[in-house]
């Protein structure tokens, strides 16, 4: 059974999309910590980030710098965040997330319910400063 993020990548699910290679797939999360909140997924569906091939752990750190280097000239933070948490959806993924203080990548606070168009912009700034 493919996951949700298998489904936005084989576009059956819509999803502001950042970035896209062969092995990867880039896009803003629609529940987001702060604004430019984006997720990176691998397009092989693999559960644990730990069982991603050697090989994939580093051309998918390679693939998301250029977006989080966008992602940090687009709003205002001390830098991008990375995390990975894993436990919300069954296929490997990393967040990128504009931080200040370390406190910002607490997933237990409510995430932000932004518009279409608030997401649009999102994207918009994080597409123009790739």
């Not at 062969?22 to 569906?45: M, N």
């Not at 091939?53 to 998918?60: A, I, P, V």
């Not at 910002?104 to 932004?114: G, I, Q």
Request: charged share 25%; with cysteine.
């Amino acid at each position: 059974m493919s996951s949700v993020f298998s489904k936005i990548i084989a576009g059956e699910i819509p999803s502001y999309k950042i970035a896209e290679d062969e092995y990867f797939f880039a896009f803003l999360d629609i529940a987001p910590l702060v604004k430019g909140h984006v997720l990176v997924v691998p397009k092989q569906e693999v559960d644990k980030i730990f069982d991603v091939s050697d090989e994939y752990l580093g051309r998918w750190l390679l693939f998301a710098k250029p977006i989080a280097k966008a992602i940090e000239r687009s709003f205002p933070c001390n830098r991008c965040g990375i995390a990975v948490i894993g436990l919300e959806v069954p296929h490997a993924h990393m967040h990128l997330v504009p931080i200040n203080r370390s406190g910002d990548l607490d997933f237990t606070r409510p995430k932000l319910k932004l518009s279409t168009d608030d997401m649009k912009a999102v994207q918009k700034k994080i597409l123009d400063a790739l």
